[in-house]
């Protein structure tokens, strides 16, 4: 049961055993994370007083050493993100492989669970929204690559729909569809998932039958609302009523779904996968561009847009000066003049993740990218 902690108890640095929450339902910090001083700031704008979680209060403590032989408390070289980031994030994917593991074996399973990750990932966008991002986009991360992509296309889709101004109860239905929109691949046997050359039509009909069971999971099973369940229904449906399961086609298709939808494909293109390397950033925006209204949304891409830019954040720019840098911040409307951080400067010298200058091409107009890279050719990142 939660108990009440009053807010002129904590500051800014204290940790809990437990997650921590304004409310019933709204997410402050994951358990063993600290709290920051604007987090506190904004509960007093707010005007609240209190807040509830089910652990204790515990100042000065070290983040708890992580099960399962993952190495949360060291931040790999190649996060490109702060430590906090890294425990934030990781935590995240570890709680979400949990889940999947318990849905692999047709195990009973709390809803709660999945609103911890829903919540912590609302959170990571309100309170990190550019460093998360980068950290999708430029890093590489151990882990279950399936619970990577579920917490990825949760963060992009949450991001898109801040962008779009969905009221925050539709934005908790989007986090939570979107981390469970292809669940129902967990009950097709990895016999087919993990075929190697073609498959058969019957194995085909059963990968284009996961939707359906993504929705029979997350309603029947988790019985969330159907707003929920209609993610994993229709994520894989066209804009040109081409897709799978039920060919809907345009606003038929549920809003939230069409979000996730795009979402996905992004994240599937800038995610290292067993069968191929990543697209960077740039490249993955350019294909979704030339869909023309096929697979997607427009009006999504526009917004994926809006939210990443063009050159999205944690990107790999060369300059026309021969400088590389990496994005870390987009202008809406100026989407090819983004604000850079140096990697290797025009003299060949480089420079750690924060050190390099920063650049805006806002204001430099004798700058501009000259192309996107791929850090891991021309940076060793």
């Known amino acids: 049961m939660k108990k009440r902690i009053a807010l002129d108890q904590i500051k800014a640095g204290t940790r809990f055993s437990e997650d921590v929450f304004v409310d019933d339902k709204n997410l402050l910090v994951p358990a063993r994370i600290a709290v920051k001083q604007k987090d506190l700031d904004v509960l007093k704008r707010w005007g609240v007083s209190?807040?509830?979680?089910?652990?204790?209060?515990?100042?000065?403590?070290?983040?708890?050493?992580?099960?399962?032989?993952?190495?949360?408390?060291?931040?790999?070289?190649?996060?490109?993100?702060?430590?906090?980031?890294?425990?934030?994030?990781?935590?995240?994917?570890?709680?979400?492989?949990q889940v999947h593991a318990r849905i692999r074996k047709n195990e009973p399973i709390e809803s709660k669970a999945v609103d911890q990750i829903s919540q912590g990932v609302l959170a990571l966008v309100r309170e990190e929204r550019d460093e998360a991002i980068s950290a999708i986009l430029g890093s590489e991360t151990s882990g279950s690559s399936f619970s990577r992509a579920g917490v990825n296309t949760a963060i992009i889709s949450c991001v898109v729909g801040g962008t779009l101004k969905l009221p925050p109860y539709r934005l908790s239905y989007l986090s939570t569809g979107a981390l469970l929109h292809d669940i129902g691949m967990l009950r097709i046997p990895d016999s087919i998932v993990k075929k190697q050359g073609g498959l058969t039509e019957d194995e085909a009909q059963k990968i284009r039958a996961h939707p359906l069971l993504s929705y029979r999971i997350v309603t029947k099973e988790f019985l969330y609302p159907d707003d929920v369940g209609v993610i994993g229904l229709q994520h894989h449906e066209r804009w040109d009523g081409e897709g799978y399961p039920r060919r809907t086609a345009g606003k038929e298709i549920d809003v939230l779904a069409r979000i996730v939808s795009v979402a996905d494909a992004f994240e599937a293109m800038v995610s290292d996968k067993p069968y191929r390397n990543s697209m960077i950033g740039y490249a993955a925006m350019k294909a979704l561009l030339s869909d023309n209204s096929r697979r997607f949304d427009p009006e999504i891409i526009k917004a994926l847009i809006r939210s990443m830019g063009i050159y999205p954040l944690g990107s790999t720019?060369?300059?026309?000066?021969?400088?590389?840098?990496?994005?870390?911040?987009?202008?809406?409307?100026?989407?090819?003049?983004?604000?850079?951080?140096?990697?290797?400067?025009?003299?060949?010298?480089?420079?750690?993740?924060?050190?390099?200058?920063?650049?805006?091409?806002?204001?430099?107009?004798?700058?501009?990218?000259?192309?996107?890279?791929?850090?891991?050719?021309?940076?060793?990142?």
């Open 50 to 97: 209190f807040v509830l979680t089910e652990g204790g209060l515990v100042e000065d403590e070290a983040p708890a050493k992580p099960e399962r032989g993952q190495a949360l408390a060291a931040k790999p070289q190649g996060f490109a993100g702060s430590k906090e980031l890294y425990l934030r994030y990781t935590e995240l994917v570890d709680r979400l492989t």
């Open 317 to 381: 720019v060369l300059l026309n000066n021969a400088a590389i840098a990496r994005v870390v911040e987009t202008h809406p409307d100026a989407p090819l003049r983004p604000k850079l951080r140096v990697i290797v400067d025009e003299f060949g010298k480089r420079y750690d993740q924060e050190e390099g200058d920063l650049v805006d091409l806002l204001a430099e107009k004798t700058l501009f990218v000259a192309k996107a890279i791929d850090p891991k050719e021309h940076v060793g990142t």
